[in-house]
């Protein structure tokens, strides 16, 4: 359960237009071994509570058939300095990161290949990242886009990780996240 001050820094249905559904607090995912050592706790360093005095998580989708959008914020309440140099180590993460591979749990002969990319960061809070991930998994499956900004509103750090749908131009996805962004971090600017 969730407590009332992390509940004020989440995005709730009040915030969000069209038929939104939560589908649950967001997991901590695994750690993969990774062909590149420097990047195996990007992803996992974002979602951890190790840096935190409060985390809270939530999953969104959009409801309705064959619609394929959904999104995870993740909130951080960071003691000191704790939130500055969490957007500069992921910031640092993103530019070192560019490509590798992960191995694990897959069928022999197949690597789950992913990418890094730096985008445009919307103006929001005291500082932002953004970057876009593609994955693929084998040389014929089609690239899955996923599309993630970190904000910092003082103490508070808030990451949007954002699937658009499988036809959904990276253009259009961007500016569907800056929305996202943009309603979170008004909703974290208002709750502290």
Not at 41 to 49: I, N
Not at 95 to 112: K, V
Not at 127 to 150: C, D, K, N, Q
């Amino acid at each position: 359960m969730l407590d009332k001050r992390m509940l004020a820094l989440l995005l709730g249905r009040q915030d969000l237009d069209g038929d939104w559904e939560i589908l649950g607090r967001g997991d901590l995912p695994r750690e993969p071994k990774t062909s590149d050592p420097a990047c195996t706790r990007v992803k996992r360093d974002l979602y951890s509570a190790e840096n935190a005095s409060l985390q809270g998580s939530l999953r969104w989708r959009q409801a309705g058939p064959g619609n394929g959008r959904g999104f995870l914020q993740v909130v951080k309440l960071h003691p000191g300095q704790g939130a500055a140099a969490e957007v500069a180590r992921v910031r640092a993460s993103v530019e070192r990161c560019r490509s590798w591979g992960e191995g694990e749990g897959l069928e022999a002969g197949y690597l789950h290949n992913l990418s890094m990319q730096l985008a445009t960061a919307p103006r929001v809070g005291d500082e932002a990242v953004a970057w876009r991930y593609t994955s693929r998994i084998g040389p014929a499956a089609p690239p899955f886009r996923a599309y993630s900004v970190l904000f910092r509103v003082g103490s508070v750090t808030s990451l949007i990780d954002y699937s658009a749908g499988a036809k959904t131009s990276d253009a259009t996805a961007e500016k569907e996240l800056h929305k996202l962004v943009a309603l979170a971090a008004a909703r974290v600017a208002e709750a502290i």
